[in-house]
């Protein structure tokens, strides 16, 4: 969290320099392209999907744990049928209890296999995701705050972008905007240029009709 307000009071001191109002994202989002906004939507989307997959891990964890707590309580119950049979000189009453007692406590420990291989592939394709993200996150800590920043700096930078994803959502957002605006004011200036073009043209087209008409 302390690093965290570091960072943004750094970003914010930093715009504060070339604009009145720094916690506007424009002030940093005015000097990007739309490959910027390509790369920040890529990580915005590649993060949504690494936080449901963390969900997915964290559950099966819980899974897990759920049933080695079960293998245990079978466990136990297991040894005191045993102990009770051996007390009641092979009663077979006992003998049937430890017999479902014994397959009962297979199923669980199968159960706990299977969960275990789960919960270790979910992880292993979940570290295996978050890899790219890193190297993306570099990417747009130096598009967005520079590339003349000491380490030190450069490693905060991107680790508050791991935690503020609201952050870049805002840059996002601003920059998709200002692209919208500037793609919409260069449609206009291209529709009034040709509509002049063909107002110049007019007048030497009946002029041109005037004169074969008049031979």
């Known amino acids: 969290m302390k690093l965290a307000v570091t960072v943004l009071a750094s970003i914010l001191l930093a715009c504060s320099v070339t604009t009145a109002t720094p916690a506007n994202p424009r002030c940093i989002c005015s000097r990007l392209s739309e490959v910027d906004a390509r ?39 297991h040894f005191r049928l045993l102990h009770k049979l051996l007390k009641n000189k092979n009663n077979p009453t006992y003998q049937k209890k430890l017999q479902n007692s014994r397959l009962e406590l297979k199923e669980a420990r199968e159960k706990l296999k299977e969960l275990e291989e789960k919960r ?79 107002h110049h043209e007019s007048p030497s087209s009946s002029s041109e009709a005037f004169t074969v008409q008049s031979t």
């Not at 449901?52 to 897990?64: D, F, G, I, Q, T």
């Open 39 to 77: 790369l920040i939507e890529g990580h915005l989307e590649t993060d949504r999907k690494r936080q449901e997959m963390r969900k997915m891990c964290v559950l099966a964890k819980s899974k897990e744990l759920d049933q080695k707590i079960l293998v245990a309580w079978l466990n136990k119950k």
């Open 120 to 198: 270790e592939k979910l992880e292993h394709d979940f570290f295996v995701f978050r890899l790219p993200l890193y190297s993306i996150r570099e990417n747009i800590a130096r598009r967005l705050f520079g590339y003349g920043m000491d380490l030190a700096s450069f490693y905060s930078y991107v680790e508050f972008l791991k935690f503020n994803s609201s952050f870049l959502e805002s840059i996002y957002e601003s920059l998709t905007l200002r692209l919208n605006q500037q793609s919409g004011s260069e449609q206009a200036s291209t529709s009034g240029t040709q509509s002049s073009s063909q």
